[in-house]
């Protein structure tokens, strides 16, 4: 950890009226929408506008709903922390052991991008282990050692909402709290001059425990994207407890969610270089989302699975299927190609031909004057941020494993749609500022952001 500060030397900068009251808006208003979501499953067997209805209606009150409402218990409290806890000793006390023996995989001690102010981090990468060592002991206990029901997870959902909002809460804080009185790199912190926003977006750009607790790095991947497969696999063995078997559209969900997990941790290293970790501060937004948002909304299939066993017909079962696995193969493909092309400096082939390229420069916040290419050939040479289509094909796949009775499971393609259209907007604009005219250049010879001939 760096030197104890009193404050953060970065220029502060003023937030408009609008990003402001979004900022409120959120703060309010996320931690309803989860709990309203699950609500809704575990009282309304997931239909949206039950509640709306009843209270609309006079037969039930708010206060009604909250009565029936699961609260914290102490053997949820007791598993989240157990959870947590042992994912912290793998992410800190476990040094990777995969790269030794698997090909093609990059663990170990890894280099960060370059932050804002010239900092190059290091990171151990070991969330293939972690996941990996999580899940054989869950298929042990399943299977053989039966120290406690697969159904676990789903049980205890809703009392385990309640700790996770603790600990998104109180990671949270403690990282404003750090970045104003013990920051790790005073030099990348960033401050508004306003509460709120600092409070939501983050003043570190990466908080640091000792030398290798990373607060991105963790939280990002662990707990939340870890417990997502397991999750699933809890929902489906509730579904068989419930209903007998465990549906084709149960095992798609399981299936095409689990690729994405498996591939996020195989490419710990890349994902080290996108713009969670480039370009976001740490703050409420990544600390609760992570400890909330992502294991509690992501699931939403899995979960609404269980209230309702849809049985695909095959061509619906492999219509899905295809979809997703064409979405993920655009997106692995994409990233990969701009992966390579950065870790050989532009001297590869992309899609057999040598890619085409638009020298630019920047200047970083210490002043220094760097060089750097974009990449106009492959997928990136047909739109500007053609990966995130892939996402979107693999998060409607998702959805449609659901069929179509209730709106619920779709909330996740309208949430990752509006998501990474966001996120493009804020990369360009990002980009436009870094690189300026080179940017104006490479708009040009790739002029779509999206969706070619659309946006």
């Given at each position: 950890m760096g030197p104890r500060v009193t404050a953060c030397i970065r220029p502060r900068r003023e937030v408009d009226w609008f990003s402001l009251g979004s900022i409120i808006f959120l703060l309010l208003c996320r931690t309803f929408i989860v709990y309203y979501f699950i609500m809704a499953c575990d009282q309304y067997s997931c239909a949206l506008t039950g509640p709306v209805v009843d209270i609309a209606t006079g037969r039930a009150r708010l206060s009604d709903i909250w009565a029936k409402t699961p609260p914290i218990t102490r053997k949820a409290a007791q598993l989240y922390t157990l959870w947590v806890t042992f994912q912290v000793l793998?992410?800190?006390s476990l040094p990777d052991f995969c790269h030794k023996f698997l090909p093609g995989y990059v663990g170990g001690i890894q280099e960060g991008a370059v932050t804002p102010a010239?900092?190059?981090?290091?990171?151990?990468?070991?969330?293939?282990?972690?996941?990996?060592?999580?899940?054989?002991?869950?298929?042990?206990?399943?299977?053989?050692?039966?120290?406690f029901s697969p159904t676990i997870i789903f049980d205890n959902w809703i009392p385990l909402l309640w700790c996770a909002n603790i600990l998104g809460y109180a990671v949270s804080t403690?990282?404003?709290?750090?970045?104003?009185?013990?920051?790790?790199?005073?030099?990348?912190?960033?401050?508004?001059?306003?509460?709120?926003y600092n409070y939501m977006m983050g003043?570190?750009?990466?908080?640091?425990?000792?030398?290798?607790?990373?607060?991105?790095?963790?939280?990002?991947?662990?707990?939340?994207?870890?417990?997502?497969?397991?999750?699933?696999?809890?929902?489906?063995?509730?579904?068989?407890?419930?209903?007998?078997?465990?549906?084709n559209a149960m095992v798609l969900v399981n299936v095409?969610?689990?690729?994405?997990?498996?591939?996020?941790?195989?490419?710990?290293?890349?994902?080290?270089?996108t713009i969670d970790i480039c370009h976001d501060h740490f703050g409420w937004y990544l600390g609760w989302g992570d400890c909330v948002w992502l294991p509690y909304l992501y699931t939403l299939q899995g979960l609404y699975l269980v209230y309702h066993p849809v049985q695909l017909s095959t061509p619906h079962a492999v219509g899905v299927l295809l979809l997703g696995l064409v979405g993920y193969y655009i997106f692995r493909v994409a990233n990969h190609q701009?992966?390579?092309?950065?870790?050989?400096?532009?001297?590869?082939l992309i899609w057999g031909k040598k890619p085409k390229v638009i020298e630019c420069s920047y200047t970083s916040a210490d002043g220094q004057r760097h060089h750097s290419k974009l990449l106009v050939s492959g997928f990136w040479g047909v739109a500007r941020h053609f990966n995130y289509v892939g996402d979107l094909m693999g998060s409607l796949a998702y959805c449609l494993a659901c069929g179509?009775?209730?709106?619920?499971?779709?909330?996740?393609?309208?949430?990752?749609?509006?998501?990474?259209?966001?996120?493009?907007?804020?990369?360009?604009?990002?980009?436009?500022?870094?690189?300026?005219?080179d940017w104006e250049r490479y708009t040009a010879a790739v002029p779509y952001r999206l969706l070619p001939g659309i946006f």
């Open positions: 793998l992410y800190t010239g900092v190059v981090n290091k990171y151990q990468i070991n969330g293939l282990q972690a996941w990996l060592l999580t899940h054989l002991l869950w298929f042990a206990n399943a299977h053989l050692l039966s120290w403690f990282a404003m709290v750090k970045g104003y009185f013990f920051p790790t790199s005073a030099r990348d912190c960033k401050f508004t001059g306003n509460f709120f003043v570190e750009f990466n908080p640091r425990i000792g030398k290798w607790f990373d607060f991105k790095l963790f939280f990002n991947g662990r707990p939340g994207i870890v417990a997502w497969t397991l999750i699933n696999l809890s929902f489906a063995a509730k579904q068989r407890e419930l209903h007998g078997h465990v549906t095409l969610q689990a690729i994405y997990v498996i591939d996020f941790f195989w490419n710990e290293t890349w994902y080290l270089k701009k992966d390579l092309f950065r870790r050989t400096d532009g001297r590869c179509g009775g209730h709106l619920l499971p779709y909330f996740y393609i309208i949430y990752m749609a509006i998501l990474l259209t966001h996120r493009c907007l804020r990369d360009e604009h990002r980009c436009a500022s870094k690189y300026g005219r």
